[in-house]
């Protein structure tokens, strides 16, 4: 990626509407994760290092820390391999409640032996979902990092996450939907006509379209039935490009970033990490 049952009723909607961006960074953000521990801040956790593919360990910590590689206060987080700053805290058009950032990471694509970022991520869950995964508490981020079962619990969990990506270069529409295509196809078997529509949506949201340095994807998910896209020139989405209702779209583009290969270790490492520091 240059960049990524039963089945509800089939429907692919793109929303008409024009969507006036947010701020990304409103005055003073609270983090409803770190009410639960009465905690001041959350530093990220880890990154994928360039250099041999090394991973990076700085956990997430509950408590304020001068000493963290990453760059973070009560209202945004920096992941320190792209300097992309990430509210710790989002309200998204679509969800009933404000979601908290869980981790961080960036998507690294070779080109001739050359590493090349083209973005950055940050998961954003549901505080309420740390209740549902009582049977991971005590485990490490490396233990909870291979466990796909977990990853899969909280993806079919039925409180609200969304994928937030933003791009550290310009990169053509056609081309990111082409990688993501690539990625997301394979994890699809059998697609059904409503699969071949939500892709078809998918694909028209990004083809035809520059997508310049800075702008923010996200994906969010409601429920495991239905998954709502969003692009952003500019600060957080007011409304959503288009709602898409395929439980086997949505579960394989979660895979993309959180299954066996993940294209961006770095969040998955990071994720694992922050799950690691609230299930203590």
Request: hydrophobic content about 40%; charged content about 20%.
């Amino acid at each position: 990626m240059v960049g990524l049952g039963s089945v509800s009723t089939p429907m692919c909607i793109t929303s008409p509407l024009p969507c006036k961006p947010r701020s990304n960074f409103p005055g003073k953000l609270s983090h409803p994760l770190l009410a639960i521990h009465k905690f001041h801040s959350l530093p990220l956790s880890s990154h994928f290092s360039p250099q041999k593919n090394k991973v990076i360990e700085t956990h997430f910590t509950l408590k304020a820390s001068s000493s963290s590689s990453t760059v973070g206060t009560a209202d945004y987080t920096e992941e320190p391999t792209t300097k992309v700053k990430f509210q710790t805290s989002l309200s998204l058009p679509g969800c009933s409640s404000s979601l908290s950032l869980l981790g961080t990471g960036y998507r690294e694509k070779v080109f001739a032996i050359i590493g090349v970022k083209v973005y950055a991520a940050g998961l954003y869950v549901d505080q309420s979902i740390l209740s549902k995964l009582d049977a991971w508490k005590g485990r490490s981020a490396t233990q909870l990092q291979d466990d796909m079962f977990l990853f899969k619990s909280i993806f079919e969990a039925p409180m609200e996450k969304s994928l937030q990506i933003v791009l550290v270069r310009d990169v053509d529409g056609k081309t990111f939907w082409d990688a993501l295509d690539e990625a997301v196809s394979p994890r699809i078997k059998a697609p059904t006509p409503v699969d071949e529509s939500a892709l078809s949506t998918l694909r028209s949201i990004f083809q035809g379209r520059p997508l310049n340095k800075g702008t923010s994807i996200f994906l969010t998910w409601p429920d495991t039935s239905k998954m709502l896209i969003a692009v952003s020139l500019d600060g957080i989405p007011t409304c959503m490009d288009a709602t898409i209702e395929s439980a086997k779209v949505g579960s394989a583009l979660f895979d993309v970033f959180f299954g066996d290969s993940s294209v961006s270790p770095s969040l998955k490492t990071s994720v694992a990490g922050g799950l690691a520091a609230f299930l203590k």
